[in-house]
T-cell receptor
Framework: TQLLEQSPQFLSIQEGENLTVYCNSS?????LQWYRQEPGEGPVLLVT?????EVKKLKRLTFQFGDARKDSSLHITAAQPGDTGLYLC????????????FGGGTRVLVKP | DTGVSQNPRHKITKRGQNVTFRCDPI?????LYWYRQTLGQGPEFLTY????????KSRLLSDRFSAERPKGSFSTLEIQRTEQGDSAMYLC????????????FGPGTRLTVT
């Protein structure tokens, strides 16, 4: 069974601070996605990484896929209240039977 | 808007009743997935379809659960004889291609069993 662990589970910071969320597994994934979820809504896809060592940037968000494709991180620079939400990493791809395996999520609260 | 849609958004039912949820995927997507999410947890895979064929079912999908995708378009998820433990958010996602790498989620159906 492939498992993804996210840390920390909860993060509370002030507006303008930086934060990093980690996603770790003992298994190799063909791809890894990051989603953000608002209360009562479905997850919204932020980024997909597929190559070991890959780094992708989306405005103030930087995503990195580990060289061995077992871990990933999400870094937010100068966080804003609009970044508040539940951040989920999910591993998938053909090797995982086409289904996504999700981490438990990191709840981020950015206070103004 | 051509995103994934789900109906109803909320469902409250009494224990023992049957419920059915509907998911309409993005029109050109051939793969459709169902997940369940309980409070404070990440979504867990239930089942998926490629076109009209149901290709995989999770152990979480007991005999009381059944899913269909007639004609490879919309899908329904039925839960028979609901139990309080079925209370959760039921999420539908769709994707295009063989790998299903990028999945796009609907807003979910929140089920409460009283």
């Amino acid at each position: 069974t492939q498992l993804l662990e996210q840390s920390p589970q909860f993060l509370s910071i002030q507006e303008g601070e930086n934060l990093t969320v980690y996603c770790n597994s003992s298994s190799v994934f063909s791809s890894l996605q990051w989603y953000r979820q608002e209360p009562g809504e479905g997850p919204v896809l932020l980024v997909t990484v597929v190559t070991g060592g890959e780094v992708k940037k989306l405005k103030r968000l930087t995503f990195q896929f580990g060289d061995a494709r077992k871990d990933s991180s999400l870094h937010i620079t100068a966080a804003q209240p609009g970044d508040t939400g539940l951040y989920l990493c999910a591993g998938g791809g053909k090797a995982a039977g086409n289904k996504l395996t999700f981490g438990g999520g990191t709840r981020v609260l950015v206070k103004p | 808007d051509t995103g994934v849609s789900q109906n109803p958004r909320h469902k409250i039912t009494k224990r023992g009743q049957n419920v059915t949820f509907r998911c309409d995927p993005i029109s050109e997507h051939n793969r459709l997935y169902w997940y369940r999410q309980t409070l404070g947890q990440g979504p867990e895979f239930l089942t998926y379809f490629q076109n009209e064929a149901q290709l995989e079912k999770s152990r979480l999908l007991s005999d009381r659960f059944s899913a269909e995708r007639p004609k490879g378009s919309f899908s329904t998820l039925e839960i028979q004889r609901t139990e309080q433990g079925d209370s959760a958010m039921y999420l539908c996602a769709s994707s295009w291609g063989l790998a299903g790498v990028e999945q796009y989620f609907g807003p979910g159906t929140r089920l409460t069993v009283t």
